[in-house]
């Protein structure tokens, strides 16, 4: 036995060695690969829609949005950030201190303005959705409210619709920013692939929104929703609210023969002013006025709109939690139980836009204006859109003069113009502290494609009925006295020249959409922030207001002063293409002038 | 508190280990004194430190050709007469010389010499001999290790060995949970997980070898395995070898690419048991804490002359400033030194170490017991009863036993177990140290006259009183546990053929690291004072306290081998070859476990032990990259000429001992910076924005959304790769006192993971690492060793010294506006900024000089060059500006030993080192105020010289002013890091043998070391701030005194 002794022990330690055991897997089973997410096993699609609403989540939401605390309008000439001093972004952007070094990649993102990559991302998001959704079994057919030709429509085709919808908005988000942008399909690049493409047109991009929403109009959801649980989705009416807008941005000077560089299709068309465009653009608008689905909501002249869920007035709704963050942002300093910062101060011009009562503007004769009362007497949205001198705040009244509790003066951070925002934000006028309030981001309503279509109409077919008709609509909602002829302050029809209605929809459309996000492409697309009026190239103003034995004394004032006029040159009209860009992709062009 | 019952338990031990031993070393006193006398010969023993006989001594007659040799007892007899010197030398012993006085038998102990000359030389994976080696390496020995008192041994390295560099990042360790919180209150730790995460207890010292930043330090090889672990006791270290070359790493296949750091432990040695008991204590104390921290009043009077320079209203009074300045109102106007009252001056390190060794050729162990403690800076509360300051302490048991099975069979087998405890105050220390440098002396009263915490509304860091967060915020714990098995078996295959042998290695290590949290947070109370009428409003979120357990890390590692070794001499032709295969696997977490393979072939060849060649190839692979593309070829190969060999020289230089030169090449590997099987496109849910759809907040349908995982996949994700040459000498002069190394490399490594430059953002993703980079390094290093000795005098002086020069060669770098803008083609850790040039004058305004858009330069701030000549300062205009020049680093050892006496001291300093100084420290209120960004932060004393227009000639800051420009990193704030520290230095005295002998000791000996003894900075604008440690919250670096006695019995 002995000589087999070595075997034995070398059979041993080969059996004891050599047991097959079971590993571990080659891949972490945790990790989730594409055939989970769309799987096409799945007739709930659960995984697929938690990835659609993803997407939903790269919408930005115009909320305090610019550095986390400033609205995009303090960049324009509605207001200034109260926080001049430490150069934030809206100070940048409305002065003009960028360049596209500074408009890098690295500083990319909602809270800088520079959506390139941003948007960029949510594109390719949305190109995995479209791409994928297909092989996803999703059970549900859609009768009621989607149909293609009276069919139901498989809830699959209704999420892809959605996608493509978020995609053609990422898009113009894009193209209102840079002008005509790299449209990449269904495409989804990996790393190894070549990713320098080259710009496409302006046109090209406006046709592409204008053909996708054309395109997913009919496999939407409409309204009325049937359910509430798909409050926020997109809705035929959605696609239809950005096609108008497309297509009203498309017709407006700046890209319709005000192009800034004339022979260059990638900042806007080519040629002289089409104004068949403007046809279109109406046409886009009344076809979403033609839905009849949706209508001004009259609740305390429209301050409602944005606090209230599901009014009427909503076409499409970033949806957002319920808090106070405007209030944090935005409220007055001062009350220590509810403390505000006041970031975004609104301008004197702002203000005046804001005509009287009864729908006159300040500067018409007998108008009843009172420079020493300048705030009374007039347009119900001023006080629903700003908060100034004696104004009901958490149960006082405002004292916004030299010194007094809302601008101490005591080296923080308070408003530069003598005003502080209020749309938007709760009924804190008579509470102790800060109410939470729907903060929900109305991304597209009904009053701006009222004053979409009366822009648009009045440019191609003149101040007729149906303009007329919009802006009583609006004026009347919002709480102007209608007056013995009815028209709300308006002037009669056929007394107006084309030109002096343009700025009365011009200023109807300032006020009316004021913080939401309009006023700083507005001045753009009309040619007006560095040209005619150039109302980028003047300071901005506020007020100084000094009490004296309770009577008070108005001063105006300038703020933003060192860098006026002239910075607002041509080429502020598009942003630069971030330097980065350029720099790593040869096919890609400059807009001109950086 | 099971903790202070395992300090009397361990303290119980080390006391019967010690009293049982003193009788047993009485007795064996006895055994020397046998030796037979003969008429005019002297006779005697020898003996080691630990009174073993010394075998091989060389007891030679001072002047006269007379000489011999000690027996195995350490006996010796030499024909010497009285009046005779009689000089003992015996290899890497100190030389004594012992006059001969009388008849009587000498007792001659040999002391070990601190810098040590071996003839064998550890290796990966093995030993050889020194004159064999191709590699690159430096070496350093026990007695280097054991004069730095610290916490682990990484602390001796600084100035020790060529091509070594050392960046100490903090004066103490890390507990891991630090890093793992968020914020210290209100958030549950996050466990951390792998993915590239390595368990490390070195925390403090931050090692680069050849100045490659991108591979990141070295890889710690530990008796034959890769561990990270740091905290062994010195005295139980034999030695600790850096390997430099592509030859000497590429056993590691592909993770071979870095240096390794190889630490041998002392094995169980035969003989009777040696025991050796080392206590000793230690005083630390803070270097570079600012301690000048400006008074209340003069806080706020800078503070209203910044008001002043923006033109806003003064925030003080004169009635404000006279309050601060008279100290009349110390609740509404308080000056408190926050350093001094929340830090201590000193604070303690004590460790006792037990070392037991000894055994028969058949069976021997080791075991050393390791107990050390230190403390922490921070100040506790008399009526608190749990302990609030940070506090180390960590227990280690290591036991080596190896076994003779038979003739052919050994087997060793080491069992390590460390428990450690980190304690550290609730509020954790890196936030209460950044918070003391940033509040001011006014910010508010440490009590308010109720008896509350003083606070502050004025900025959210006022909120929470720093005593309350320092010495009431209750503690958190973090218990790190360490266990590690290995095993060795060595088979020795001669009756097959001569020379062959087999070997497996098996090892387990395992480490838990948890953490318990109490802590919680106070109210803080802001004093309100109006007209007579006082009222307190609260601050700050006050917690309750919290009782919370949770895992922050678990590793469990093995690693196995078994290797095939041949080693013969054919005559002249020495031949030796090694076939390789190991596996290691580490489970970090929940991870996978990470696999690396390697199998490998070595072989070598010399002739005469004169020229030499070796080549080794690997094939070697890691589990997270795709399948098919985990494995790839790594290869090295050496060439060596022992020239002191050669007739010409033999014959003719009898002053060259031994001359080697050796060249080595090969191709490494790292598979470091590979991602978690990220070469495959991954979704998570979690990670995109939530959303949801309905009526309601949150609506109906809630979700946290499904996105794909950024960065996005990269299939073609490989290894980085690198080819290393290094070729250098190693020579030995005048009878080997004087002994050279010499090195030249040229590492040039590439596909190496780097962010790509060419990411263009029209993919809509981020980009993942690709493997494109590539980088060079090349450098000299020198090391120049001289001992002898002047009859018992011995000493020493060894310096080495470093150029480590890097260059990027290639990332795919967009094309930048501005030739100076680019990076590649200078050095990796080259400084980009502003160039600056003094100060703005009047004329300056005048002639409107470029400043940043929307900014008008005022006379006093700083002035800026415009390289591109736009008359705008923006990005356009920054430049490389330090660590232009190849950082050059040195160490100098050097110390003697006389009659029992030693002393040795070691330099280290750097230079072209370059340091960015635009920090709170030096920007006066943390360059940040009310008024905007952020909070006023504390202001030191070298704000005293900033401009104002009195001051225009001599100022050395510039005007007061927040969000100004002067805050931009410019020339202005980049300052020499250069500097030369005595880093080490330790005076020791052995009892003569006579004395110890009387007390049954076998030896005695008492020690005084240093460490961090003084600094010389290029730097010195600002006192406050050590070349090293020196960020916000950092905890600082300390000078440790230390005393200690050693007894061995």
Same mark, same amino acid.
């Given at each position: 036995?002995?000589?087999?002794?070595?075997?034995?022990?070398?059979?041993?330690?080969?059996?004891?060695?050599?047991?097959?055991?079971?590993?571990?897997?080659?891949?972490?089973?945790?990790?989730?690969?594409?055939?989970?997410?769309?799987?096409?096993?799945?007739?709930?699609?659960?995984?697929?829609? /938690?990835? @659609?609403?993803?997407?939903?989540?790269?919408?930005?939401?115009?909320? !305090?949005?610019?550095?986390? &605390? #400033?609205? $995009?309008?303090?960049?324009?000439?509605?207001?200034?950030?109260?926080?001049? /001093?430490? @150069?934030?972004?809206?100070?940048?952007?409305?002065?003009?201190?960028? !360049?596209?070094?500074?408009? &890098? #990649?690295? $500083?990319?993102?909602?809270?800088?303005?520079?959506?390139?990559a941003y948007c960029y991302g949510g594109i390719r998001q949305c190109n995995i959705f479209i791409n994928n959704i297909g092989v996803v079994p999703i059970k549900d057919v859609v009768n009621s409210n989607g149909k293609i030709n009276g069919i139901g429509v498989s809830e699959r085709y209704i999420l892809q619709s959605e996608a493509r919808f978020l995609r053609a908005w990422f898009y113009f988000e894009l193209v209102r920013r840079y002008g005509g942008v790299p449209l990449l399909g269904n495409t989804v690049y990996t790393v190894t692939q070549n990713v320098a493409l080259p710009r496409n047109s302006f046109s090209d991009c406006i046709n592409f929104i204008v053909n996708e929403c054309n395109a997913i109009k009919d496999s939407l959801l409409t309204n009325p929703l049937s359910s509430s649980a798909n409050y926020g989705r997109v809705t035929k009416g959605a696609a239809l609210a950005l096609k108008a807008r497309a297509l009203l941005y498309a017709a407006s000077p700046l890209f319709n023969g005000g192009n800034i560089d004339p022979s260059n299709p990638l900042t806007g068309y080519v040629g002289g002013v089409d104004v068949t465009k403007w046809q279109a653009a109406a046409q886009a608008a009344s076809d979403v006025i033609a839905l009849g689905a949706f209508s001004l909501d009259t609740i305390n002249y429209g301050r409602d709109v944005f606090l209230t869920q599901n009014n009427p007035e909503v076409i499409f709704v970033v949806l957002n939690d319920n808090g106070a963050n405007i209030e944090k942002e935005q409220a007055p300093p001062g009350f220590p139980a509810a403390k505000g910062i006041g970031e975004t101060s609104p301008t004197q011009d702002l203000v005046n836009a804001f005509p009287m009562l009864n729908g006159a503007s300040i500067g018409a004769a007998g108008s009843g204006y009172d420079p020493n009362n300048p705030y009374s007497n007039r347009d119900p949205r001023l006080g629903n859109t700003i908060l100034y001198n004696g104004a009901p705040w958490l149960q006082t009244s405002l004292q916004l003069f030299q010194g007094g509790q809302n601008e101490p003066n005591n080296g923080q951070v308070e408003s530069l113009t003598g005003y502080y925002m209020h749309k938007f934000m709760g009924y804190s006028e008579t509470t102790a502290t800060f109410q939470n309030h729907n903060e929900d981001w109305i991304a597209f309503r009904y009053a701006e494609v009222l004053l979409n279509y009366a822009e648009a109409e009045n440019e191609y077919s003149g101040a007729d009925n149906n303009v007329y008709a919009a802006l009583v609509a609006l004026r009347k909602r919002a709480g102007i006295t209608a007056g013995s002829n009815k028209l709300y302050g308006l002037p009669p029809m056929g007394s107006v020249s084309p030109d002096s209605m343009r700025n009365l929809i011009h200023n109807e459309?300032?006020?009316?959409?004021?913080?939401?996000?309009?006023?700083?492409?507005?001045?753009?697309?009309?040619?007006?922030?560095?040209?005619?009026?150039?109302?980028?190239?003047?300071?901005?103003?506020?007020?100084?207001?000094?009490?004296?034995?309770?009577?008070?004394?108005?001063?105006?004032?300038?703020?933003?002063?060192?860098?006026?006029?002239?910075?607002f040159t041509s080429k502020r009209y598009l942003y630069p293409i971030p330097y980065d860009e350029v720099a790593k992709n040869p096919q890609m062009k400059q807009n001109p002038g950086w | 508190m099971g903790y202070c019952y395992l300090k009397k338990c361990f303290a119980g031990i080390i006391i019967l280990t010690l009293l049982y031993s003193t009788t047993y070393a009485a007795l064996r006193d006895t055994t020397y004194k046998a030796a037979v006398k003969t008429a005019g010969l002297v006779t005697g023993v020898v003996v080691d430190e630990n009174n073993r006989p010394v075998k091989g001594a060389i007891v030679s007659v001072k002047g006269k050709p007379i000489s011999a040799e000690t027996d195995v007892t350490g006996n010796f007899s030499i024909n010497a007469a009285i009046g005779d010197v009689l000089v003992f030398t015996y290899v890497n012993h100190y030389t004594s010389e012992i006059p001969v006085t009388s008849n009587t038998e000498l007792k001659v102990r040999?002391?070990?010499?601190?810098?040590?000359?071996?003839?064998?030389?550890?290796?990966?994976?093995?030993?050889?001999?020194?004159?064999?080696?191709?590699?690159s390496m430096a070496t350093i020995y026990t007695n280097q290790l054991t004069t730095t008192p610290a916490t682990i041994y990484e602390y001796a390295l600084p100035g020790q060995m060529a091509g070594l560099y050392t960046q100490q990042n903090s004066g103490f360790t890390n507990p891991a949970n630090q890093n793992a919180l968020t914020s210290f209150l209100g958030s549950s730790p996050i466990i951390v997980s792998g993915h590239g995460y390595v368990p490390n207890d070195n925390t403090e010292i931050g090692i680069t070898v050849r100045g490659n930043g991108q591979e990141g330090g070295a890889t710690t090889i530990i008796d034959g395995v890769q561990e990270n672990l740091s905290s062994i006791d010195p005295e139980s270290i034999e030695s600790i070898s850096i390997l430099k070359d592509a030859l000497s790493t590429v056993l590691l296949g592909i993770n071979g690419s870095k240096p390794i750091l190889l630490v041998t432990t002392k094995k169980a040695q035969a003989g009777t048991p040696r025991i050796s008991f080392t206590t000793q204590t230690a005083l630390q104390q803070s270097l570079g804490m600012p301690g000048d921290q400006v008074s209340a009043y003069q806080w706020a009077y800078l503070y209203n002359e910044l008001l002043d320079n923006e033109g806003k209203p003064e925030l003080y009074t004169t009635a404000d400033l006279l309050a601060y300045k008279n100290h009349t109102d110390p609740y509404g106007h308080p000056d408190v030194n926050w350093e001094k009252l929340l830090l201590n001056n000193y604070s303690p390190l004590t460790s006792d170490k037990l070392n037991v060794n000894g055994g028969s050729e058949v069976a021997k162990y080791t075991i050393s017991l390791d107990y050390l403690d230190q403390g922490g800076i921070f100040k506790q509360a008399p009526n608190v009863d749990y302990n609030s300051n940070l506090n180390l302490s960590r227990y280690t048991l290591n036991s080596d036993i190896g076994v003779k099975v038979s003739k052919n069979l050994s087997v060793n087998l080491q069992l390590f177990g460390q428990v450690e405890q980190i304690t550290s105050p609730g509020a954790s220390y890196s936030n209460i140290l950044s918070t003391i440098e940033s509040t001011p002396n006014n910010a508010y009263p440490v009590y308010n006259p109720n008896g509350t915490f003083g606070g502050s509304s004025l900025a959210s860091s006022f909120n929470n009183n720093l005593l309350a967060m320092s010495e009431y915020s209750g503690y958190q714990i973090t218990k790190i546990h360490n266990i590690l098995v290995n095993m060795d078996l060595d088979y020795d295959l001669s009756d097959i053929t001569k020379g062959l042998s087999i070997k497996v290695k098996a090892n387990l290590a395992s480490q838990s690291q948890i953490l318990i949290d109490r802590s919680y947070e106070n109210l803080a109370y802001q004093y309100n004072k109006v007209d007579s009428s006082i009222t307190y409003s609260p601050e700050g979120t006050p917690s309750a306290i919290t009782n919370t357990f949770s895992p922050t890390v678990t590793a469990t590692t093995s690693f196995e081998q078994a290797s095939l070794d041949y080693n013969?001499?054919?005559?002249?032709?020495?031949?030796s070859a090694q076939a390789f295969y190991d596996t290691r696997s580490q489970v970090l977490t929940y991870d996978l476990a990470a696999i690396t393979t390697d199998r490998a072939l070595k072989a070598d060849y010399?002739?005469?032990?004169?020229?030499?060649?070796?080549?080794?190839?690997?094939?070697?692979?890691?589990?997270?990259?795709?399948?098919?593309?985990?494995?790839?070829?790594?290869?090295?190969?050496?060439?060596?000429?022992?020239?002191?060999?050669?007739?010409?020289?033999?014959?003719?230089?009898?002053?060259?001992?031994?001359?080697?030169?050796?060249?080595?090449?090969?191709?490494?590997?790292?598979?470091?910076?590979?991602?978690?099987?990220?070469?495959?496109?991954?979704?998570?849910?979690?990670?995109?924005?939530?959303?949801?759809?309905?009526?309601?907040?949150?609506?109906?349908?809630?979700?946290?959304?499904?996105?794909?995982?950024?960065?996005i996949a990269n299939p073609n994700e490989t290894w980085e790769r690198a080819r290393k040459f290094d070729v250098g000498a190693d020579i030995s002069l005048l009878k080997n006192k004087l002994q050279i190394t010499a090195d030249y490399y040229h590492e040039l490594y590439y596909d190496l993971s780097v962010t790509s430059g060419g990411d263009i953002a029209l993919l809509g993703a981020s980009y993942p690492s690709l493997n494109i980079g590539r980088r060079l390094y090349t450098g000299e290093e020198l090391t120049v060793t001289y001992q002898d000795?002047?009859?018992?005098?011995?000493?020493?002086?060894?310096?080495?010294?470093?150029?480590?020069?890097?260059?990027?060669?290639?990332?795919?770098?967009?094309?930048?506006?501005?030739?100076?803008?680019?990076?590649?083609?200078?050095?990796?850790?080259?400084?980009?900024?502003?160039?600056?040039?003094?100060?703005?004058?009047?004329?300056?305004?005048?002639?409107?000089?470029?400043?940043?858009?929307?900014?008008?330069?005022?006379?006093?701030?700083?002035?800026?060059?415009?390289?591109?000549?736009?008359?705008?300062?923006?990005?356009?205009?920054?430049?490389?500006?330090?660590?232009?020049?190849?950082?050059?680093?040195?160490?100098?050892?050097?110390?003697?030993?006389?009659?029992?006496?030693s002393f040795s001291a070691i330099f280290q300093g750097v230079f072209?080192?370059?340091?960015?100084?635009?920090?709170?420290?030096?920007?006066?209120?943390?360059?940040?105020?009310?008024?905007?960004?952020?909070?006023?932060?504390?202001?030191?004393?070298?704000?005293?010289?900033?401009?104002?227009?009195?001051?225009?000639?001599?100022?050395?800051?510039?005007?007061?002013?927040?969000?100004?420009?002067?805050?931009?990193?410019?020339?202005?704030?980049?300052?020499?890091?250069?500097?030369?520290?005595?880093?080490?230095?330790?005076?020791?005295?052995?009892?003569?043998?006579?004395?110890?002998?009387?007390?049954?000791?076998?030896?005695?000996?008492?020690?005084?070391?240093?460490?961090?003894?003084?600094?010389?900075?290029?730097?010195?604008?600002?006192?406050g701030m050590d070349p090293e440690v020196n960020g916000q919250g950092a905890y600082p670096i300390q000078r440790v005194l230390n005393a200690g006695l050693t007894i061995k019995l």
């Open positions: 036995m002995k000589r087999y002794k070595g075997a034995i022990i070398i059979l041993a330690v080969f059996i004891t060695s050599f047991t097959a055991c079971k590993k571990y897997e080659t891949f972490p089973i945790d990790q989730v690969n594409i055939n989970k997410v769309f799987d096409p096993l799945d007739s709930n699609g659960t995984n697929a829609q /938690a990835y @659609l609403i993803s997407i939903y989540g790269i919408l930005l939401k115009g909320h !305090n949005r610019l550095d986390g &605390s #400033d609205y $995009l309008d303090a960049a324009s000439d509605d207001a200034v950030s109260s926080n001049a /001093a430490a @150069l934030k972004t809206p100070t940048l952007l409305s002065t003009g201190d960028y !360049n596209s070094g500074t408009f &890098s #990649d690295a $500083l990319s993102g909602p809270q800088t303005d520079n959506l390139w459309r300032r006020i009316e959409l004021a913080f939401e996000e309009h006023r700083f492409f507005d001045i753009r697309r009309w040619k007006i922030a560095g040209d005619g009026p150039a109302v980028m190239n003047q300071p901005r103003r506020g007020v100084i207001i000094t009490t004296s034995f309770g009577a008070n004394t108005y001063t105006p004032t300038t703020v933003l002063p060192n860098i006026f006029p002239g910075t | 040999m002391l070990d010499r601190y810098l040590q000359t071996r003839d064998q030389a550890d290796v990966l994976y093995g030993t050889v001999n020194t004159g064999s080696l191709l590699g013969r001499q054919f005559g002249k032709n020495g031949v010399n002739y005469e032990g004169k020229y030499f060649v070796e080549g080794v190839g690997n094939y070697s692979g890691f589990n997270r990259f795709a399948p098919g593309q985990q494995n790839g070829w790594f290869w090295a190969g050496g060439l060596g000429w022992q020239m002191a060999k050669e007739n010409f020289i033999k014959d003719n230089v009898d002053w060259i001992d031994s001359w080697k030169w050796r060249a080595t090449y090969g191709q490494t590997g790292n598979d470091n910076d590979a991602g978690y099987y990220t070469f495959k496109q991954t979704y998570g849910n979690g990670s995109a924005p939530a959303y949801y759809f309905g009526l309601g907040h949150p609506g109906a349908y809630t979700s946290d959304g499904f996105t794909e995982t950024t960065p000795h002047l009859g018992d005098f011995n000493y020493f002086i060894s310096g080495n010294g470093t150029i480590a020069a890097s260059k990027v060669l290639y990332f795919d770098e967009e094309k930048q506006p501005y030739p100076w803008m680019q990076q590649t083609g200078l050095p990796e850790d080259v400084i980009f900024g502003y160039v600056s040039d003094g100060f703005v004058t009047a004329q300056d305004v005048k002639n409107k000089i470029a400043a940043p858009a929307g900014y008008t330069p005022q006379v006093g701030d700083i002035k800026y060059a415009d390289l591109n000549g736009d008359g705008v300062i923006n990005q356009y205009d920054e430049k490389p500006i330090g660590n232009l020049k190849p950082l050059v680093y040195y160490g100098t050892t050097l110390g003697f030993n006389y009659k029992g006496f072209n080192r370059e340091l960015n100084t635009d920090n709170s420290y030096v920007n006066g209120f943390s360059g940040l105020g009310f008024f905007g960004t952020g909070e006023p932060g504390q202001a030191y004393e070298n704000i005293l010289n900033r401009w104002t227009p009195e001051t225009a000639a001599t100022a050395q800051y510039p005007r007061l002013y927040f969000d100004s420009p002067n805050n931009l990193f410019s020339t202005f704030y980049l300052k020499s890091g250069d500097y030369f520290r005595l880093k080490n230095a330790e005076i020791g005295y052995t009892l003569p043998a006579s004395f110890s002998n009387r007390l049954h000791l076998s030896g005695l000996r008492v020690f005084i070391n240093a460490e961090n003894i003084f600094t010389v900075t290029a730097y010195r604008e600002f006192p």
